[in-house]
């Protein structure tokens, strides 16, 4: 027979707490339909008290029609974090990890009518990944559950989630062709039927693994954006049982000195970074929402996304190899190493390897993400990263390992000579530092190791749309200065080819239920468009204009800040067009040319219809002057003067805000209060900002600045500078 797969996805029965998953198989609860999360709403609405413990999810399975030796399995496609699975009291695995596929036979316990428990587990642990990280920790069945039936001899369905098949093309670009190794694993010995590009060759396998070579001849590369083609490879077995991929025939190599290259040409790689998961939708993503977010990713243009800080669903994969995307594949091993934890780093990297291996899309394997935030290097670090460096090639030979390293982390530290390619993620100018200081780092390292290969994995702004301003600056959450930071990053960037990779934090606000700020509560804001996907902020159409090459558009900046006390306001626009014209009331005020982005001073006296034009493109928006700022467009209250105090004011024998923070905290009294003071703010940013807090790196590079430049950039508002610097000059030097 031919393998019969049957999903799983109604009346499965949701009970939230028990004693035990025997209990809980008795209990009433409610009736839920998969994908689902019980940590949709709560995991997104701030106050870090969303819930974490063991919940339970019963099924009512009739005994599927066996055949003589025919074998029935359960496949989780995400279960988190950790499951135990349960049929008809029979526990038959535990599995840690909640971002990969897994499986589990049943065969043996199968009665007439069965009853399957999942018991899940999303609470605070020091073994399994992730703990300590800026997202929420969704629980639940948020992917698929397959029933799967096949005959007694089958590919393999036990190891780590495989397909089955693996496909392993090598290209010859000068020859136009391709050698495609095509492997497969099976229960038992047998012969095994390979087809590719219409050809087929039958093997007897070996130790239960066959293995045969294809070569094509003027093959079809698969070419990014470009042309991404796709080819499939099947293998089946004499039983009927049958398993097939696609894969794509491409080359590529990373130059120290020129970034990325795609079958021989030059292809930089410019993105964003993806989470996964939606308002009110938790993690519970259809293949609608993956869909929609595939759609506004090939809008804005990018050649690559960052997939953060997991594994990712199949079914987005398979969009991104459909599209051309090219992917930064990771796992979760992020801010704070646990001793106890080694085990899982390796398994979950051993699970996204095998189950992503055929995916032309992926070209790298992240090891990590900031792990040195609240973590020294040490020997047992550094022994787990190299374990998983050497894993990876052993699994994959044909894929370089990466890093995403913290902005904190010294560029000589050891950890950066283990993984083929690194990356880091910079903040200049968002949490502290100004931001030409990225261009200074990404400078300086090139310099000091031109033969290493250096990306840039994380870069943002936090936007709240609400927010708008004339004059933005750092730590008002407006989309004004969001957009300004990533003006900068955008032109410095441009200006390093040799960034094999660079990839905007985020594509897509995302649920962080521990983070309270910017007007909003349990939400990461750097994303370039609203977790519920209806606004595109500014920045967005920054990136397009600059990214998208084939659809001409024009984008008028600042629509969302209508009203405006200034008698002459900018008014910004964004295309991907060499000229634009601007319009106010219908007569038209100047063209300018130029590249992305177009400025024009406008005076205005009253209500004003502006349009902007570009070849046949055009966009509109209305402003009106108004006597006093509007109070919805502020979210910090600051007075319009960077000044607070004249020097003549202050009592030099005394602390003030204008003393760098290391001056001041070598006072203990002093010292005292301003510790007091940043770990409450760090906790409103969420749980990564407070366990990164102490790190010595951060306190290192936060001591060289002064008290009122770092107040700013937290977003401080007015009266909490000056309360502060008058306690400060009450306590002498």
Not at 274 to 298: C, P, S, W, Y
Not at 402 to 408: E, I, S
Request: with cysteine.
């Amino acid at each position: 027979m031919a393998r019969c797969i049957t999903q799983l996805k109604d009346n499965w029965n949701f009970v939230r707490s028990a004693k035990d998953a025997l209990t809980a198989a008795t209990l009433p609860g409610e009736s839920v339909t998969l994908p689902h999360t019980w940590n949709a709403i709560d995991g997104q609405d701030g106050g870090n008290d969303y819930h974490r413990g063991t919940c339970y999810y019963i099924k009512k399975l009739h005994k599927p029609e066996l055949k003589p030796g025919e074998q029935a399995y359960l496949e989780f496609q995400g279960a988190a974090m950790t499951a135990g699975i349960y049929v008809n009291g029979h526990l038959l695995t535990h599995h840690e990890g909640g971002y990969s596929t897994f499986r589990v036979n049943i065969t043996e316990v199968l009665s007439d009518e069965n009853t399957i428990v999942a018991a899940l587990n999303n609470e605070d642990n020091n073994t399994c990944y992730p703990q300590k990280a800026d997202f929420t920790f969704y629980g639940g069945l948020y992917r698929m559950v397959n029933l799967i039936v096949v005959p007694e001899t089958h590919f393999e369905l036990d190891y780590c989630g495989t397909p089955g098949i693996k496909v392993t093309p090598q290209v010859d670009l000068e020859n136009h062709k391709a050698t495609v190794t095509v492997e497969a694993w099976i229960s038992a010995d047998d012969l095994v039927t390979f087809t590719v590009d219409g050809r087929s060759q039958t093997v007897l396998s070996v130790e239960k693994h066959a293995q045969t070579i294809f070569m094509i001849e003027n093959v079809h590369l698969w070419d990014g954006l470009n042309d991404p083609y796709l080819y499939t490879a099947s293998a089946s077995l004499e039983s009927g049982d049958e398993v097939s991929t696609r894969f794509g025939c491409r080359e590529f190599h990373i130059d120290p000195q020129k970034g990325f290259f795609l079958n021989g040409s030059s292809y930089p790689l410019r993105g964003v970074s993806r989470h996964q998961d939606f308002k009110d939708v938790g993690n519970a993503l259809t293949m609608e929402h993956h869909k929609k977010d595939m759609e506004i990713i090939l809008e804005l243009g990018a050649t690559t996304l960052r997939l953060a800080h997991y594994q990712h669903a199949q079914e987005f994969y398979d969009l991104c190899d459909e599209n051309g995307l090219i992917l930064w594949a990771e796992i979760p091993y992020i801010t704070m190493h646990m001793k106890n934890a080694r085990a899982n780093t390796l398994t979950q990297m051993e699970e996204l390897v095998v189950q992503n291996y055929n995916h032309p899309s992926i070209i790298t394997w992240g090891l990590s993400n900031e792990i040195t935030a609240a973590s020294t290097v040490n020997e047992d670090l550094l022994e787990n990263h190299t374990q998983l460096h050497d894993l990876c090639h052993k699994l994959d030979p044909t894929r370089p390992t990466t890093m995403a390293n913290v902005f904190m982390l010294e560029t000589d530290s050891p950890i950066l000579e283990i993984p083929d390619i690194n990356s880091y993620n910079l903040y200049f100018g968002w949490y502290l530092g100004e931001l030409e200081q990225t261009d200074e780092f990404f400078d300086e390292y090139h310099r000091k190791y031109p033969d290493r290969a250096i990306g840039f994995s994380e870069y943002g702004a936090d936007a709240n749309p609400q927010y708008q301003s004339a004059a933005p600056e750092k730590g008002d959450y407006t989309e004004s200065y969001q957009a300004l930071y990533h003006e900068h990053m955008l032109q410095m960037i441009e200006a390093r080819p040799y960034l094999w990779a660079t990839h905007v934090w985020n594509l897509f606000d995302f649920a962080a239920d521990g983070r309270d700020e910017g007007g909003k509560h349990g939400e990461n804001q750097k994303g370039l468009v609203t977790i519920d996907r209806k606004l595109k902020k500014d920045a967005f159409y920054l990136y397009k204009a600059a990214w998208n090459r084939t659809d001409k558009f024009v984008h008028l900046c600042g629509r969302r800040y209508a009203d405006r006390v200034e008698e002459t306001t900018e008014i910004k626009v964004y295309s991907n067009q060499p000229e634009v014209t601007l319009f106010v009331d219908g007569t038209e005020f100047a063209t300018v040319s130029g590249k992305t982005i177009f400025k024009f001073q406008v005076p205005i006296t009253g209500t004003h219809a502006i349009t902007a034009k570009a070849d046949a493109c055009e966009d509109c928006m209305t402003i009106r002057r108004v006597a006093e700022e509007n109070p919805d467009y502020i979210f910090v209250k600051r007075a319009p003067v960077t000044n607070w105090f004249d020097t003549d004011d202050l009592d030099p024998e005394c602390f003030s805000i204008n003393d760098r923070l290391a001056d001041i905290r070598e006072n203990p009294q002093a010292g005292a209060l301003i510790d007091q003071m940043m770990s409450q703010g760090a906790s409103a940013r969420g749980d990564v900002a407070d366990a990164v807090k102490d790190n010595p790196a951060l306190q290192r590079m936060m001591g060289r600045m002064t008290l009122v430049s770092l107040l700013k950039q937290s977003g401080a508002d007015d009266e909490s500078i000056k309360q502060l610097n008058r306690v400060l000059q009450g306590i002498k030097k």
